[in-house]
């Protein structure tokens, strides 16, 4: 709130305050702010007053700050900053939220975030600052504390990436051995053996078959993402490509598809490309038997990201299981059932985390769902 000065203390007097105990109340708040105050000249950036917290922050005593000039306090590192936040208060009266750093008298570095509200006269001239200089000594060491923990993170994710696709990498090694010996003996003795020995081999080699598809998209899990470029997406291209691979053999009475407008993005094109692919080609393959299967596609721009939904009216999924489906290998169906491995959403979830946003689903069984996912517009 901006402060004018003159005839204040007239209309104090004439409403029949105590003037001495407003000034002394006043006084000892000054001093004693847990933030420092300090009162500038806008003619010459002279100290004019200080508090006694700026006092015992940087060290030096109330006689040596007050007629010193403000960039005194400041940290020469910061000087060009804080010359902007001295044209500020004489140009527009005000600083709000502007970081820099104070100097002690042993020379070390306070950061500090300043507020400037300026006192004027009844002509609306600037007489002297109202400047509050708050310690962030504190929110500056947490905020390196958890870059530390992120970059932690990031490389031990990295590492559980790397492990990943070693082990599944290797692991594909024996499983091939496997399928090549049992095809040989198959071949080699198929004919004299057993119905129960054949049935066993083709058992033997259907798993193993699975098992190599399972291993091929946990591998592939723990590469999305592993190129780090990330490049402007036009959204409508990469979904109409995704339609016209998804949807070509379906004539329009069989599936109304109806997709908005949809947004430029930044992030990793691959990836984006087979987040949409996974949940078009869910709605399809979770489609209810005897009716037009209907999706809709749009995206929302809210305050600080997109908002992307597709929605379906196939076969939804209960309250329950809405959280487990986005876990890895988690399906809610037998293979002959709905074929697929269960790693598609697992993939969707870790593609939108690459972007810095989440994914979620709205649905109720029988009735269709709706899939959302946000991408931040300054993702990481
Ligand atoms: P998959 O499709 O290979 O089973 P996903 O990870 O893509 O694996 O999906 C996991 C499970 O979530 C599916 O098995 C299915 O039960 C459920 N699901 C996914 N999308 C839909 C949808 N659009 N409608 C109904 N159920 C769905």
Redesign the pocket.
């Known amino acids: 709130m901006e402060v004018v000065i003159d005839n204040l203390e007239k209309e104090l007097l004439a409403n029949g305050y105590d003037l001495r105990g407003i000034a002394e109340k006043y006084f000892f708040l000054y001093e004693n702010s847990p933030d420092m105050q300090v009162s500038v000249d806008p003619a010459d950036a002279t100290i004019k007053n200080c508090n006694q917290t700026l006092v015992k922050k940087v060290g030096y005593s109330k006689e040596e700050i007050i007629g010193e000039s403000i960039f005194f306090l400041y940290h020469p590192d910061c000087y060009s900053e804080a010359r902007k936040a001295f044209r500020s208060f004489v140009e527009t009266g005000r600083v709000i939220n502007m970081e820099l750093e104070l100097r002690r008298k042993d020379g070390s570095k306070i950061p500090v975030l300043l507020d400037v509200e300026a006192v004027k006269d009844q002509n609306g001239k600037i007489i002297c600052s109202n400047s509050c200089l708050r310690d962030i000594s504190d929110v500056k060491r947490l905020q390196k504390q958890l870059m530390r923990a992120n970059r932690d993170l990031e490389n031990r994710n990295e590492e559980l990436s790397q492990f990943a696709y070693i082990a599944s990498h290797d692991l594909q090694e024996p499983l091939r051995s496997i399928m090549n010996f049992t095809n040989l003996l198959s071949k080699k003795y198929g004919s004299n053996a057993s119905k129960e020995e054949q049935k066993s081999m083709k058992f033997i080699l259907e798993a193993s078959a699975r098992m190599s598809q399972l291993i091929k998209s946990l591998l592939d899990h723990s590469r999305l993402g592993i190129h780090k470029k990330r490049t402007q997406i036009d959204c409508n291209a990469i979904m109409k490509a995704v339609k016209d691979d998804l949807f070509s053999s379906f004539s329009e009475t069989k599936v109304h598809l109806e997709i908005e407008n949809l947004p430029i993005i930044k992030g990793h094109e691959t990836e984006f490309r087979l987040l949409l692919q ?1 949940l078009l080609s ?2 399809l ?2 489609r209810k038997k005897g009716i037009p299967l209907q999706i809709r596609i749009f995206a929302k721009k809210k305050e600080n990201h997109w908002l992307f939904g597709i929605t ?1 009216n ?4 209960s309250m329950n ?1 809405q959280k487990k ?1 986005f876990m890895i290998f ?4 037998l293979t002959d059932e ?1 074929e ?7 993939h969707c979830k870790k593609i939108v985390a690459l972007h810095g946003g989440k994914i979620w689903v709205d ?1 109720k069984v029988d009735q269709g ?1 709706t ?1 959302c996912f946000t991408i931040p517009f300054q993702n990481l």
Do not use: E
């Open positions: 996974n869910n709605s393959k979770f379906d196939g076969i939804g999924i299981d489906i988690r399906r809610l169906h709905f697929g491995t269960g790693i598609g959403l697992a649905s769902s899939f």
